[in-house]
Each structure stands twice: as structure tokens, then as C-alpha cells.
């Protein structure tokens, strides 16, 4: 049986991770047409804290309540973007601090309200 809880914690590490390595400028590239353009790693910085929402709600279906917090994801979120001040091959990047609190925030909301459901 899938353990959201471990799910978790295991999307922690990753994001952990992926912040302190060292990924190149590839992953910089920008998503280009005539309507728009922006860069791919806003997005993914997006996506990253959404799936936090996804294990939340994954976990309600499996009636599981996932040991999250809405102001965790808020403080991961801040904390991920701020570890890369000091790391000498990595860029702080206030717009992607921006997408990080937006996924977090959106994730918060569906924790609060998932977590809000398993109260009654």
C-alpha cells in the first residue's frame, strides 16, 4: 500500500536536493511562442510545491493524514530558495522564490482544507 506519509518526506529530500546540486543552465531555457514567454524553471518551481498538494489529497483518498502544514510548505518554500544564497555555484533568484510561494501557498490551501475534512 502507497504510504503518503513516506511520499512526503521523500519529496522533501528531493526538493532538498535538487536545490543544493548543481543543474546547469538548461534547465533555464525559456518556453517561447507569440503569445508568451517564460522560463521553464519558473514553472517547474511551480510544480514542485504543487505536489505537495497532490500528496495531500492522495492521502486523504487513502484516508492517510500526511504529517503536513500549511506554514511547513510556506517555510520550505522560503527555506529551498534561501539555501542558495550561500552556495557558491547556485543563484538566488527572487522570481523563483515568487513561484515557490505560489505553489506552496495553492498546496496550503488544499492541506488546510484536506486537514480541515479528517476533523470533521
Not at 29 to 42: H, N, P
Request: glycine share 8%; charged share 15%; net charge positive.
Amino acid at each position: 500500500m502507497l504510504n503518503m506519509k513516506i511520499c512526503f518526506w521523500i519529496w522533501v529530500a528531493i526538493i532538498i536536493i535538487l536545490n543544493v546540486i548543481h543543474l546547469g543552465n538548461s534547465v533555464n531555457e525559456r518556453l517561447t511562442s507569440k503569445e508568451f514567454a517564460i522560463r521553464l524553471d519558473y514553472l517547474v518551481h511551480l510544480a514542485i510545491f504543487l505536489v505537495f498538494g497532490w500528496i495531500s489529497l492522495v492521502g486523504k483518498l487513502l484516508k492517510t493524514v500526511v504529517p503536513m502544514k500549511a506554514w511547513w510548505l510556506i517555510a520550505l518554500a522560503i527555506g529551498v530558495e534561501g539555501m542558495q544564497y550561500w552556495l557558491p555555484y547556485r543563484a538566488f533568484n527572487p522570481v523563483d522564490l515568487v513561484y515557490n510561494l505560489i505553489g506552496a501557498g495553492v498546496s496550503g490551501l488544499i492541506v488546510k482544507r484536506v486537514h480541515a475534512d479528517f476533523r470533521g
